[in-house]
């Protein structure tokens, strides 16, 4: 079952996104986690830490977890 994330905006990226579901510490290490690791946005792999995210949007890291984002 996918966590849900909570944010405060209307689009957040993929790099922000990481650190606010607790997946890295800073916003720093956004771009070695994804050099490290499989990301995938609704159902696609994703390696920009600039990748938008919406309301709606599945992120998912095996072997971390399964996040959907959502609003207010």
């Known amino acids: 079952m996918a966590q849900p994330i909570k944010i405060e905006t209307e689009i957040i990226t993929l790099g922000q996104f990481l650190k606010l579901a607790e997946v890295i510490q800073s916003g720093g290490m956004a771009k070695w986690f994804l050099s490290e ?3 995938y946005v609704n159902g696609e792999q994703d390696q920009r830490r600039g990748r938008k995210l919406a309301v709606g949007d ?3 890291i095996p072997e971390v977890g399964t996040f959907v984002v959502t609003g207010e």
């Open 37 to 39: 690791y499989e990301v």
């Open 58 to 60: 599945t992120v998912e």
